[in-house]
């Protein structure tokens, strides 16, 4: 089976920064099926970024995603107060998904 | 407007089962597959499985099988997931998602997300 790897596991910047956050797979991944969430304290995750690279409806402009085979990157431009979340990678292959283990994105 | 709403938290003994509802409303329910995530306290994301509601067909993460059920109930938009022979780890909040699938004109091909998310329901299991 596929693992995703997140890192890193925390990420400690202040607003107006910028975040790269790292995914990478075990085996190669197919771009159209790796997926990026967003996940607030209580609240169920958000959908940020389907296909690698296309922001979901609603999603701002600063988020942006990347990648390819076994490397994938989310990059949030300008942090906003409100972007301070877990963020979790999740790949679909053979029917079956998987998500990373998450990145902490925390205010410094 | 779309939504998932799940039944509400539960208390189990372990060994018991438990069944949790995900009802949806604002679309079609049998055009978008449902699938179980859960997460135990403090922890990551854990994909289960999915049922198609438009005849039933499902596919469970290797690790739940023999324990899981994913079934549906087209006539009043309502997925289950029943998880049983319950442990202590089992604790942890269920969450129903809908999968949408978005095709790119320019690449032609299909990618997808689960784009909207039931609110939540906390099993824990307890003696």
């Known amino acids: 089976e596929i693992a995703l790897t997140q890192s890193p596991g925390t990420l400690s910047l202040s607003p107006g920064e910028r975040a790269t956050l790292s995914c990478r797979a075990s085996q190669s991944v197919s771009s159209t099926y790796l997926a990026w969430y967003q996940q607030k304290p209580g609240q169920a995750p958000r959908l940020l970024i389907y296909g690698a690279s296309t922001r979901a409806t609603g999603i701002p402009d600063r988020f942006s995603g990347s990648g390819s085979g076994t490397d994938f990157t989310l990059t949030i431009n300008r942090l906003e107060p409100e972007d301070f979340a877990v963020y979790y990678c999740?790949?679909?292959?053979?029917?079956?998904?998987?998500f990373g283990q998450g990145t902490k994105l925390e205010i410094k | 407007q779309v939504q998932l709403v799940q039944s509400g938290a539960e208390v189990k003994k372990p060994g018991a089962s438990v069944k949790v509802s995900c009802k949806a409303s604002?679309?079609?329910?049998?055009?978008?597959?449902v699938h179980w995530v859960r997460q135990v306290p403090g922890q990551g994301l854990e994909w289960m499985g999915w049922?198609?509601?438009?005849?039933?067909?499902?596919n469970y993460a290797q690790k739940f099988q023999g324990r899981v059920s994913m079934t549906r109930d087209t006539s009043i938009s309502t997925a289950y997931m029943e998880l049983s022979r319950l442990r202590s780890d089992d604790t942890a909040v269920y969450y129903c998602?809908?999968?949408?699938?978005?095709?790119?004109?320019?690449?032609?091909?299909?990618?997808?997300?689960?784009?909207?998310w039931g609110q939540g329901t906390m099993v824990t299991v307890s003696s």
């Open positions: 998602a809908r999968i949408y699938t978005y095709y790119d004109v320019l690449t032609s091909s299909y990618s997808d997300g689960l784009d909207m």
């Open positions: 604002g679309y079609t329910f049998t055009d978008f597959y």
């Open positions: 999740q790949r679909y292959a053979s029917s079956t998904y998987s």
């Open positions: 049922v198609n509601p438009k005849n039933g067909v499902t």
